[in-house]
């Protein structure tokens, strides 16, 4: 099992930043991927960001890129994402998940594919 717990959520104008953390807890953190996704009221879930468990890949969805960075710190459990320029779409549910895998490079896009998940945080960009 592994525990997730997002924070840094919160309200903050457009044009500002914001910096999400997620700590991890349970089995060997560095042998999971990691993956940023989002949820806005009457919204599907959709994917934002990425990163390997090496942290040597990352991707992101369109809409964030050149916005959003995601990173990772396998010796403190935590994976981060920054958000800055952020805009009233990015309000949202932020979730962190888990996936667990056997390449040191693989990268999940999809949420069926990821294995834990953390209760969200909210994030709402005023405009």
């Known amino acids: 099992q592994v525990q997730l717990v997002e924070s840094g959520g919160g309200l903050v104008q457009a044009g500002g930043s914001l910096r999400l953390s997620c700590a991890a807890s349970?089995?060997?953190?560095?042998?999971?991927?990691m993956g940023w996704f989002r949820q806005a009221p009457g919204k599907e879930r959709e994917f934002v960001a990425a990163i390997s468990w090496s942290g040597g890949r990352t991707y992101y969805a369109d809409s964030v890129k050149g916005r959003f960075t995601i990173s990772r710190d396998n010796a403190k459990n935590t994976v981060l994402l920054q958000m800055n320029s952020l805009k009233p779409e990015d309000t949202a549910v932020y979730y962190c998940?888990?996936?667990?895998?056997?390449?040191?490079?693989?990268?999940?896009?999809?949420?069926?594919?990821?294995?834990?998940w953390g209760q969200g945080t909210q994030v709402t960009v005023s405009s």
């Open positions: 349970g089995r060997t953190f560095s042998n999971y991927g």
């Open positions: 998940a888990a996936v667990f895998a056997l390449s040191p490079i693989a990268i999940h896009t999809e949420a069926h594919n990821y294995d834990y």
